[in-house]
């Protein structure tokens, strides 16, 4: 079976910090990865989608970026933290190709930034 | 283009009541449609989905939608609502053709279930 992970679980960082979040998914290959961030009270803002090794499309311009060294491992990183950069980070995974498109989401980390 | 429009941002329900949380799509291919459930500081888990095939479908915990394309509806009903309930609850559309695989999300529906 497949699963998803996502690390840490909580961080608190102070402005101007580096990010970097760590998604992972087993049991399956080549997976379409997606980054969401959910701000407090409101829905989910997509911010980064891979298709492949090195193929990321950006949503929304910002001071955030996505790499996908391995097939499996969706990193979203940041070289300086802003206040608004607060928030739940959700990573998803769906099949490749798949007619549903059903994606299935890691447990989330909450960013706090200071 | 797709667009989702969840019509209530909160629902409140007394607990053995039904539940109803109203979502309305826009698709320009045929859609597969899902809901989500998000309990607090959690990841979305996958309640029920539509692809195309009954219209009436169930999902976990006693949920059900329904598919109506001529309302372009796909509302989420639950004949009794329970405590565990409380949550967001996310209706999202996919294109199940066209080479898209972006989904598109409503903006949420906060259930509350009073005792």
């Known amino acids: 079976s497949q699963t998803i992970h996502q690390w840490p679980a909580t961080l608190v960082q102070p402005v101007g910090s580096p990010l970097s979040l760590e998604c992972t998914v087993e049991g399956t290959s080549n997976p379409n990865l997606y980054w969401y961030r959910q701000a407090a009270g409101r829905g989910l803002q997509l911010l980064f989608y891979s298709v492949g090794i090195g193929q990321i499309s950006s949503e929304v311009p910002q001071n955030l970026s996505a790499s996908r060294p391995q097939d499996r491992q969706f990193i979203l990183s940041s070289k300086k933290l802003l206040l608004s950069d607060s928030g739940f980070y959700l990573c998803a995974w769906s099949q490749p190709r798949s007619s549903y498109n059903e994606q299935f989401f890691g447990p989330g980390t909450r960013l706090t930034v200071l | 283009a797709q667009s989702v429009t969840q019509l209530d941002s909160h629902v409140s329900v007394s607990e053995g009541t039904p539940v109803l949380l109203r979502c309305n799509y826009s698709s320009s291919y045929s859609p597969s449609l899902f809901w989500y459930v998000q309990h607090p500081n959690k990841g979305l888990q996958l309640l029920l989905k539509?692809?195309?095939?009954?219209?009436l479908v169930k999902g976990i915990n006693g949920f059900e939608a329904e598919f109506k394309k001529s309302e372009t509806s796909f509302h989420l009903t639950k004949p009794s609502a329970h405590m565990s309930d409380a949550a967001e609850y996310f209706c999202?559309?996919?294109?199940?053709?066209?080479?898209?695989?972006?989904?598109?999300f409503g903006r949420g529906t906060s259930l509350i279930v009073h005792p």
């Open positions: 539509y692809t195309s095939a009954a219209t």
């Open positions: 999202v559309v996919t294109p199940s053709s066209g080479g898209s695989y972006i989904p598109t």
